[in-house]
């Protein structure tokens, strides 16, 4: 989960480097391969919700000449760029990170010192309660807390293309993966026994049990959940993976213009699931976004998060990049079979997102 450093500085010691294949969690092959059908059936269950947790503590690095650290910083941001790309020929610019270390100048030499004790403190952490015990050192004026904010789901609304964004900013101390999968259901039911290891078998994305326990462990955390115009939520996710047994089960009715059985499985369920996390989060300290996948929508949607997320709005970009589009996926080909929308077919969809507005 990004950490987000208000102004404050990105502590170098954090960054570590790791083998190229590793450095490149989101590639081409990654990001965009098609997801496998457990994957996918879990997504489309109405008791999951995709979480972008965070992140395996980074260790402490070894001195190194400013020079060959500043190398490696560009080495390791241009790995994760890898998986950003909008088009497959396309990278995303990187920015420049520099201007956020400046305000370690404006420190006093004890505030640099607390700055550095609470971030290598949290990086040596390897499970809950030890961040816990290292949330109780004092922090350098600006220095959030840890972890400071999760992007959770929905899925299929630009959610790659925000962590894309997010972790150019100079003030976000980003994962090293979208979706860390750091917490399993062998974490049930408390957090507190989660160690990393346990933690990084696959996601648990429940509804049910997470959200009280991330605020029992983290009471300041922020959530921005992203959600979208559902109908095409619901396509989205249907399209995921055209070739897989999911779709081939459904194929008669996709042929017909999305039948609604199908796409009643893959629905978001938007608000059986905000209901659990409005249940144990304050209502400012959760974000609820829509219309961030619409052109005209889109800056202002992007603008409000960064306000929400306490970090400069300006930067790195007003543009949300394309990221994990479903052309981008598969060939047009394969997915132009199922464009045969037809207007009966299209109307129900729409009374299917009504009633869901409506609830
Ligand atoms: N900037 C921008 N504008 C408009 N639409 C955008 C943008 N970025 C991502 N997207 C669309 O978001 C869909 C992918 O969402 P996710 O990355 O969250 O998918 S996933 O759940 O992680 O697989 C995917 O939707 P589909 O193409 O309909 O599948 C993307 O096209």
Redesign the pocket.
């Known amino acids: 989960m990004p950490e987000v450093k208000d102004g404050q500085p990105q502590q170098r010691v954090e960054k570590q480097q790791q083998p190229v294949a590793e450095q490149r969690p989101q590639t081409e092959q990654q990001?965009q391969q098609p997801?496998t059908e457990a994957q996918l059936g879990a997504?489309a269950e109405p008791a999951k919700f995709?979480v972008e947790q965070p992140h395996e503590p980074e260790q402490v690095e070894q001195a190194h000449e400013p020079e060959q650290v500043e190398q490696e910083e560009q080495a390791t941001l241009e790995g994760q760029l890898m998986g950003c790309r909008t088009l497959k020929t396309d990278p995303i610019p990187a920015v420049d990170k520099s201007p956020s270390l400046r305000v370690l100048e404006t420190y006093t030499p004890q505030q640099q010192q607390q700055a550095q004790q609470y971030t290598a403190a949290v990086g040596a952490c390897t499970d809950f309660a030890c961040l816990r015990q290292a949330n109780q050192l004092p922090r350098a004026p600006g220095q959030f807390p840890f972890p400071h904010f999760l992007v959770i789901?929905?899925?299929?609304?630009?959610?790659?293309?925000?962590?894309c964004h997010l972790i150019q900013h100079p003030q976000v101390q980003h994962p090293k993966l979208?979706?860390p999968h750091l917490l399993t259901d062998k974490c049930r039911p408390s957090l507190s026994n989660c160690s990393v290891e346990a933690q990084q078998q696959y996601v648990v994305e429940e509804s049910d049990w997470l959200p009280e326990q991330l605020a029992a462990a983290f009471p300041w955390l922020k959530m921005a959940i992203?959600m979208?115009e559902p109908i095409?939520?619901a396509?989205?996710?249907l399209?995921?993976n055209p070739g897989s047994p999911f779709v081939h089960a459904c194929e008669e009715q996709l042929m017909r213009g999305l039948g609604i059985q199908c796409t009643a499985e893959a629905r978001a369920h938007y608000s059986s699931k905000l209901r659990q996390w409005m249940a144990f989060f304050p209502r400012e300290q959760l974000h609820v976004y829509e219309g961030?996948?619409?052109?005209d929508a889109?800056p202002g949607a992007l603008l409000h998060l960064k306000s929400f997320l306490g970090v400069d709005e300006s930067l790195p970009s007003g543009?949300?990049?394309?990221?994990?589009?479903?052309?981008?996926?598969s060939g047009p080909d394969e997915l132009g079979k199922y464009w045969m929308l037809r207007r009966a077919d299209y109307e129900l969809l729409v009374g299917m997102a009504r009633n869901d507005t409506v609830e």
């Open positions: 990001a997801k997504r995709k789901g929905f899925p299929k609304c630009a959610t790659t293309s925000i962590y979208k979706e992203s979208r095409s939520q396509i989205a996710m399209l995921h961030i996948t619409a052109v889109m543009t949300l990049p394309l990221t994990n589009w479903k052309h981008q996926r």
